[in-house]
């Protein structure tokens, strides 16, 4: 069982950064790949980064790639979105989520339904 708790969403000019983080409890994190999702209204909830148990993989969509940056840190049970460059588009709120298959697949970890464990989501506004 894990359980998220996301935050460090909130309004921002187009341009500017944001840092979300996603504190899990659970002792099986460590073994968890972890991903990130938005969902803007009135649209599909969509991926946005994914990183493997041990950080050593990661993966982006490619609205985000070279914008974003995903890291975890195994000790603090926690994973992070670095958000930079942002727009208008990225407007949205996020969520992290938790996939107990350690497998790295990244056709998998791209669809929503790999993820058991899901936040409650932070919004992320940005401005034009």
């Known amino acids: 069982q894990v359980q998220l708790v996301e935050s460090g969403g909130g309004l921002v000019q187009a341009g500017g950064s944001l840092r979300l983080s996603c504190a899990a409890s659970?002792?099986?994190?460590?073994?968890?790949?972890m991903g990130w999702f938005r969902q803007a209204p009135g649209k599909e909830r969509e991926f946005v980064a994914a990183i493997s148990w041990g950080g050593g993989s990661t993966y982006y969509a490619d609205s985000v790639k070279g914008r974003f940056t995903i890291s975890r840190d195994n000790a603090k049970n926690t994973v992070y979105l670095q958000m930079n460059s942002l727009k208008p588009e990225d407007t949205a709120v996020y969520y992290c989520?938790?996939?107990?298959?350690?497998?790295?697949?990244?056709?998998?970890?791209?669809?929503?339904?790999?993820?058991?464990?899901w936040g409650q989501g932070t919004q992320v506004t940005v401005s034009s």
């Open positions: 659970g002792r099986t994190f460590s073994s968890t790949n």
């Open positions: 989520a938790a996939d107990p298959d350690p497998r790295w697949n990244i056709v998998a970890i791209r669809t929503a339904w790999e993820y058991d464990y």
